[in-house]
């Protein structure tokens, strides 16, 4: 049987309230590096894949062009740069991945080719390049761009940047390095090729001034939800990064990838997605419902929520009426080149877009959805595991889960790997030992 693969996302273990969670970042503060290395040598202890880490460079601020609220409630900030967190956290493992994630709309693939090359070498090949397509503006104005680029543009430059990157990986041929010390010849320069690229958006000589790295090419995760975003995965990715916790959206969108797989030429057992989900472990059910509550009972200011919401939407949610219909905001979301998942889209798929909805009632909904409080699995490991073997066999047995959004860390890390891989695992659905040495190994 094709076994589950499991990573964890680690990018918000210190916003949203959640750095003063009880059981959370105990006798450190974020970014220490000594609990991040704590958190990787436990989960590799417990048989997670992959650490995960999203990335955004802007303070939100989108809601009301401000972001004092961002600021003062700490949502989705501060985050660091996680590469260097990264080197140091692979110094304490030898098996488990890490997957790190730059902007394809603002950074530049030479730069980015040859960071993640190195890191390739730092972490023995167990490194992944989560891609992204930026959509918020506090980004932006972060590498000189005044507004969004356009949606579908976002995507025409990230798979030119994929293929900048993947061609400078390839530049320096894997046997081009001979160190031969009785002839005194380093490498052979026939190994060793220009790119020469000129495109759309980026003219890039080559080669890399590097080594090839073990993986040679990181492994590369995509996460675009929209047709155009699922086109791109199909064209590159080796792995989905898919929104989970609503399992007929999970289904359209394998079918979706499988679609566009096929059209792009490649077979679509090949890109597993790794489901986002959030999970509540207890030693009983009561235990976990009470958790699960607990997340919904810490409530945040309209001003906390709204900044969340706006920032991730790319849209600023403070214009909204008193009422309104979901269909209209999501137009209006649209007309902004802003993403189009995400929350709205999500509470269509649970509502419909034509009812009438207030603004608290929106503000209500988007708590929950900040906190994942809906979509959490809350249960024993029995309970968990049996919804997360129905939503594997449900799309295709092709991929797994990627256990985002901990209430608490290094406290919800623990849950997952005493009490819910155990249980997968008693049941032949997580493998008992890493395949092999690299990433690309383990994971696909
Ligand atoms: C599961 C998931 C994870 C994502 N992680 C990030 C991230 O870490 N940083 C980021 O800038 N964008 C992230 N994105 C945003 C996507 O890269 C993309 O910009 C967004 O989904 C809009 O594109 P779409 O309309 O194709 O979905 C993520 C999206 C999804 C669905």
Not at 32 to 47: K, M
Not at 165 to 193: M, N, Y
Request: contains cysteine; charged residues 20%; hydrophobic residues 40%.
């Amino acid at each position: 049987m094709t076994t589950m693969k499991l990573a964890f996302d680690i990018s918000f273990t210190h916003t949203e309230g959640k750095w003063a969670a009880p059981g959370s970042w105990v006798g450190a503060d974020y970014p220490d590096v000594g609990l991040f290395t704590e958190l990787a040598v436990a989960a590799e202890r417990g048989g997670i894949d992959m650490l995960f880490f999203g990335d955004g460079t802007g303070i939100p601020d989108t809601w009301e062009q401000s972001m004092d609220a961002a600021i003062r409630y700490g949502i989705q900030w501060p985050r660091q740069d996680m590469s260097p967190f990264i080197a140091a956290m692979a110094q304490a493992t030898q098996h488990i991945g890490f997957g790190l994630t730059y902007s394809s709309t603002y950074m530049h693939p030479f730069y980015t080719a040859r960071l993640l090359n190195s890191l390739d070498h730092v972490t023995k090949g167990r490194l992944a390049f989560n891609v992204v397509a930026s959509g918020r503006v506090a980004d932006a104005a972060n590498y000189g761009f005044d507004g969004l680029m356009d949606h579908d543009q976002r995507y025409e430059r990230m798979e030119e940047f994929v293929s900048v990157c993947k061609a400078l990986w390839d530049s320096v041929e894997p046997d081009a390095i001979l160190r031969d010390r009785s002839t005194g010849q380093f490498a052979d320069p026939s190994k060793v090729h220009r790119v020469d690229h000129h495109g759309e958006f980026f003219d890039v000589a080559g080669p890399l001034p590097s080594v090839p790295s073990p993986q040679g090419h990181p492994v590369l995760v995509q996460a675009g939800a929209s047709p155009r975003g699922i086109a791109a995965s199909a064209s590159f990715a080796d792995v989905v990064f898919g929104l989970g916790g609503h399992l007929p959206s999970q289904v359209k969108h394998r079918a979706a990838l499988d679609d566009a797989l096929t059209a792009a030429g490649r077979r679509p057992e090949d890109v597993g997605i790794l489901w986002a989900t959030q999970v509540v472990l207890g030693r009983t059910a009561a235990e976990a419902a009470a958790r699960k509550e607990e997340m919904a009972s810490m409530l945040m200011d309209d001003d906390a929520v709204g900044a969340y919401l706006s920032y991730n939407s790319g849209f600023d949610f403070s214009v909204l009426p008193e009422k309104f219909t979901l269909a209209e905001v999501a137009e209006q979301i649209a007309a902004a080149q802003a993403t189009q998942s995400g929350f709205v889209q999500r509470l269509i798929a649970r509502r419909g877009d034509d009812g009438v909805l207030t603004r608290t009632e929106f503000f209500e909904e988007g708590w929950k959805y900040a906190t994942g409080y809906e979509q959490t699995i809350a249960g024993t490991a029995e309970q968990v595991a049996d919804e997360l073997e129905e939503q594997f066999l449900a799309t295709g047995s092709n991929g797994g889960f990627m256990i985002c959004n901990p209430q608490s860390m290094p406290s919800s890390l623990y849950e997952v790997t005493d009490l819910l891989v155990p249980e997968l695992r008693r049941r032949g659905l997580v493998s008992e030992r890493y395949a092999g040495t690299t990433l690309r190994e383990n994971l696909l």
